[in-house]
């Protein structure tokens, strides 16, 4: 795409619009900051899918044109963001083009006259922020840019929401971004666990700074989740290898996270040789079970192009079992519920999830995330676990998960000192949190305005020069 030729800047400028772009693996969440902020600023956040799909019919879906996809059926997906890091700047490229370049799209945008805000994973490597920088500022020249680094990484730009109000109490009151009274300024303490599509992170922030010693990675996101949802309904049902984006849908739909996992595995077990009479016949009295067996319908993406849950009919399972593989299209003239295809899950719905806290279940040599918790907390100074133990906000897609909250709340308990109290809140939109926090960042025009980076100090001073000034808050001698 052919660009006006940049002009260049030594110094942000205040009325320049700052676009905030939450570069997330699964979705990006973009949209810009209002000089007043709204009573709902999520409503100018945008999420668009951060991958480029081939369907089966070989047409190529770019960024947001998936959500006008009508057959997502065996479509083949490539990201440009893998294992939490950018590495395909190639189809990054053609997605921010679609996105924000594009002559009919609705975030446009000349990045010449644009700050932009750019979150990333914690830790990665110098190479790929270099990578990140270069084409910022070179390839799409935009003004101005603060890579989410240092002292302000994509989880701290959670510590600028308004943290308290996620455990009751009365939110602070909203901030026009064209004065300099009482700015935003980030949670004294905070400890954010972001579970999102790539992996799981615990990131402790004092004022919004991170301490590196005390950050850890769980590597089960919701890709793994999904992964294994697959590998399960593939030998249970049918063969879902191919259909990552139903299965992703399936995921959402119906999992959640159990209080008590024994119980559940209990209830939903379908007995076996080894089983006595006594145990069938409770197993036949019990009905709570009934909550838990669930049918999805599967979507057809002619009638209708989403799956929907119903509760668990063991007499229509029955019949579609007799029918045999395929015979649901053959039952037309049964009616046109045979001719539904369906699956029933039970155990599925919450052992997947139950990965989070148990990896060692499919074998992974890592912690579970409460005791990665309480490790991030060995790194850190005895003083800040009260802090920290008080205010812990669970952030990302799978926060959505029911139970989610709940299990880590009480698993925390046990594993904390008695004498400390623990709180673990979600915020009412966990997937937009981090963006919101960019919006509360730009509302600080003073602190904005030290974390930028110019274009013009880019060509001056080069990568390093920006990879330190980034990693130090801003404040780098000249």
């Known amino acids: 795409m052919v660009r006006p030729k940049p002009t260049t800047a030594s110094t942000p400028h205040q009325n320049t619009p700052t676009l905030i772009l939450d570069n997330g693996a699964f979705t990006m969440k973009a949209g810009f900051a209002q000089s007043t902020t709204p009573a709902d ?20 879906w770019i960024g947001g044109q998936l959500h006008n996809c009508k057959d997502f059926g065996e479509m083949a997906f490539r990201r440009p963001v893998e294992k939490g890091y950018l590495v395909n700047w190639e189809a990054e ?49 935009f003004a101005s840019c603060v890579r989410c680094l240092g002292s302000i990484k994509g989880p701290s730009l959670n510590a600028y929401n308004d943290t308290q109000a996620f455990y009751g109490a009365p939110p602070r009151p909203a901030v026009d971004a064209t004065t300099t009274s009482a700015p935003v300024i980030p949670a ?81 077990w379908k007995g076996g040789l080894g089983d006595d009479d006594r145990r069938r016949q409770r197993r036949a009295e019990d009905h709570r079970n009934d909550d838990i067996v669930v049918d999805y319908v599967l979507p057809d993406y002619s009638s209708h192009r989403q799956g929907y849950v119903r509760p668990s009919d063991p007499a229509r399972a029955a019949r579609m079992r007799k029918l045999g593989p395929g015979g649901a299209a053959a039952a037309a003239a049964v009616g046109a519920e045979a001719m539904e295809d369906f699956m029933t899950l039970g155990n599925e719905r919450f052992t997947v999830p139950e990965l989070l806290f148990y990896p060692s279940d499919v074998g992974m040599k890592q912690a579970g995330l409460p005791e990665m918790i309480m490790r991030c907390l060995d790194a850190l100074p005895a003083g800040l676990w009260p802090a920290m133990l008080a205010n812990v906000v669970l952030v990302g897609g799978n926060a959505k998960m029911p139970g989610f909250l709940g299990r880590l709340e009480s698993e925390l308990r046990r594993l904390a000192p008695s004498e400390y109290t623990v709180r673990v809140a979600c915020p009412p939109d966990p997937i937009k949190s981090t963006w919101l926090g960019g919006v509360h960042l730009a509302s600080n025009k003073a602190l904005l305005s030290q974390v930028l980076v110019t274009r013009q100090e880019y060509q001056e001073h080069g990568s390093h020069w920006v990879a330190k000034r980034f990693a130090g808050g801003g404040i780098v001698s000249k």
């Not at 600023?41 to 190529?60: E, T, V």
């Not at 004092?206 to 593939?234: A, C, W």
């Not at 959402?252 to 119980?263: G, K, N, Q």
Request: hydrophobic letters at 35%; glycine letters at 4%; aromatic letters at 8%.
């Open 41 to 60: 600023p999520s409503n100018d956040c945008h999420l668009i899918p951060n991958c480029i799909g081939r369907a089966r019919d070989k047409r190529i």
């Open 188 to 268: 004294e303490a905070l400890l954010l666990i972001d579970s999102g599509f790539s992996h799981t992170t615990v990131t402790p922030l004092v004022h919004g700074r991170p301490i590196q010693p005390g950050m850890r990675r769980l590597d089960i996101g919701g890709k793994f989740l999904t992964n294994y949802l697959k590998e399960l309904v593939s030998i249970r049902h049918y063969n879902m290898m191919d259909e990552t984006h139903l299965m992703s849908e399936i995921k959402e739909a119906v999992c959640y996270v159990t209080d008590d996992f024994a119980a559940d595995l209990e209830r939903t």
């Open 93 to 141: 490229k053609e997605i921010w083009e679609k996105t924000f370049f594009d002559k009919d799209a609705k975030l446009k945008c000349d990045p010449h006259e644009t700050n932009l805000i750019l979150t990333e994973a914690p830790n990665a490597p110098q190479a790929l922020q270099a990578n990140c920088d270069q084409m910022v500022f070179e390839d799409f020249g």
